[in-house]
């Protein structure tokens, strides 16, 4: 049970520092970015917004994300690990998931027209992040799946009782 609860405010912290890191991210870096997509592009008005708005558009699904899955954390530390519940988040984490990469799929075309001016690859970045969220969709679809059958399972048992 302790340790349990150890891993758990373990993974609370580890939702908690991600959030914090997103954050300084969009306070410090996104501006940075739209500004030098802006120079990069002056004869183009819109390109600090768009930098703007698909970034910080980004980052609300990225802390519904972080909300659900802390939630599910406190739903293993109440023992109610195995409810809709968690079914629910999960299926909100992955939606959340399909949605930043949906949202970067749609700004690659602008990360390709800036990385053509800029030396490194910058491109690559927006691939990663693309990567990362399937990658987490997926695995919250497997967790959802895995989970709502434990469930039915458990309530066949029960009615079996």
């Known amino acids: 049970m302790n340790g349990k609860r150890g891993s758990t405010t373990f993974l609370k912290v580890i939702i908690f520092l991600a959030g914090i890191a997103v954050l300084a991210l969009c306070i410090f870096l996104v501006p940075r970015i739209a500004n030098f997509a802006a120079n990069l592009y002056p004869n183009i ?5 768009l930098i703007f708005i698909g970034m910080y558009g980004a980052a609300v699904p990225f802390y519904f994300a972080l909300y659900q899955a802390f939630n599910l954390l406190r739903y293993i530390d109440e ?3 195995f409810s809709e519940l968690s079914v629910k988040a999960l299926k909100n984490i992955k939606c959340c998931a399909i949605t930043i990469s949906g ?3 749609l700004g690659l075309p602008l990360f390709h027209f800036i990385a053509k001016k800029v030396d490194p ?3 690559i970045i927006g691939l990663i992040i693309i990567f990362a969220s399937l990658v987490i969709a997926v695995f919250a679809a497997i967790l959802h799946r895995l989970l709502q059958e434990a469930i039915n399972i458990k309530s ?5 009782i």
């Open 79 to 81: 023992n109610t690990a």
């Open 45 to 49: 008005a819109p390109m600090k917004y």
């Open 103 to 105: 949202l970067y799929i």
């Open 156 to 160: 066949e048992n029960d009615l079996t």
């Open 121 to 123: 690859p910058i491109g």
